[in-house]
């Protein structure tokens, strides 16, 4: 039987932090650079524009609220408009973009709702992969995790806040697949698409990052010692952390969520 997340309470008190500068809409131009691809090789048209669309607006290259013209991509891409509308209703699906009908495609905001639910989702089933992956990683293991953890402090070196995410997202599927539960940190995947937007906007923050690094180096110590219960407690203070920016962000950018829950009810979670 899997064990419940550990009975842990983290610490409420918001951190310190300068002010950030409001982001920029974006143009309503195509999305660029590089993307990580979830589909095989032969991918069509239709998972690729899928793939850089989910890519920008995860990484709030496109904020919410910009408009998507299929037109304008399918110029830009120099293809067809079918695959571009394959791709949004992908991603309709997924509360990316909305289709709002004799009005256009728009990039979804952020349901404030979200967030909390997507913690307590995290918390639960993360809890368990890592005192999983206590019981039972390797030394091989551990120097793998390490080396995630050294990647990421070549991302923050270099400012690389989207390659600093993706392996940030290498090292908890790495603690998954160790304790054998890699399954739970698909079902991760599905309900932290909303939160990723959100900590994207939060990454940017003078020592953020470096925060991340040390609480990731923290839940290794633990996982090296073999304590699942301080592996699980170390997990959780590392998911829980985002929660103290959530009225901050909200406050600097109301026009980015859906204001669906009061911002009280976020700190009781």
Known sequence: ??????????NTSPPERAKPTRRKRAQNTAPS???????????????????????????????????????????????????????ILRLARENLVEVVSKSGTFVARIPISALPEALIARRALEGMTVRSAARSASRSQILELQALIERQREMMGRDD????????????????????????????????????????????????MAMVI?????????????????????????????QHHFAYWIEINPDYFIHDIDLNDIAQV
């Open 214 to 242: 040390d609480e990731h180096a923290a839940v290794v110590t633990a996982i090296e010692q073999g304590d699942e219960k301080l592996a699980c407690a170390n997990m959780e203070i590392h998911l829980s952390g985002l």
């Open 33 to 87: 650079g590089v993307v990580r691809h979830r589909a095989d090789s032969a991918s069509t048209l239709s998972d690729v524009q899928y793939e850089r669309l989910h890519a920008a607006i995860i990484s709030m290259d496109i904020v919410p609220g910009t408009a998507i013209s299929e037109k304008n991509i399918a110029l830009e891409q120099g293809i067809s408009r079918t695959p571009i509308r394959e791709a």
């Open 161 to 208: 806040i989207k390659g600093f995410h993706l392996v940030d997202d290498d090292y908890h599927a790495k603690i998954a697949s160790i304790g054998k539960l890699p399954g739970l940190w698909r079902l991760v995947q599905q309900v932290k698409l909303q939160v990723d937007r959100f900590r994207h906007m939060t990454l940017p923050e003078e020592g953020r």
């Open 1 to 10: 039987m899997l064990e419940q997340s550990c009975d842990w309470r983290m």
